[in-house]
């Protein structure tokens, strides 16, 4: 393969990479939610919805789909952390 080639083939797995996985969602403090908050977060897709913390099934569903992987990154744990602090 010459150098244009994977050059080539580096730019499309990256730009494939990118429309398939997305970005990721945020973070959210309130680990049980009420009311409204609820009734909106269940109507949507479990993959689309904020990760939180204590919300194992959830947030592992989120990684497979944006990441490829099972296990946090040590940043997860660092934002959930920040995340059930500052909880609104």
């Given at each position: 393969m010459t150098p244009a080639?994977?050059?080539l083939a580096l730019g499309?797995?990256?730009f494939l990479t990118s429309v398939v996985f997305g970005k990721e969602p945020s973070w959210t403090g309130p680990v049980v939610k009420r009311?409204?908050?609820r009734v909106v977060t269940q109507a949507t897709p479990i993959e689309n919805r904020p990760y939180r913390p204590f919300h194992f099934y959830?947030?592992?569903v989120r990684r497979i789909h944006y990441r490829g992987q099972v296990l946090?990154?040590?940043k997860d744990a660092i934002q959930?952390?920040?995340a059930?602090?500052?909880e609104r």
């Open positions: 080639k994977i050059f499309l797995a990256l009311g409204t908050d959830g947030n592992t946090p990154r040590p959930g952390a920040t059930f602090v500052t």
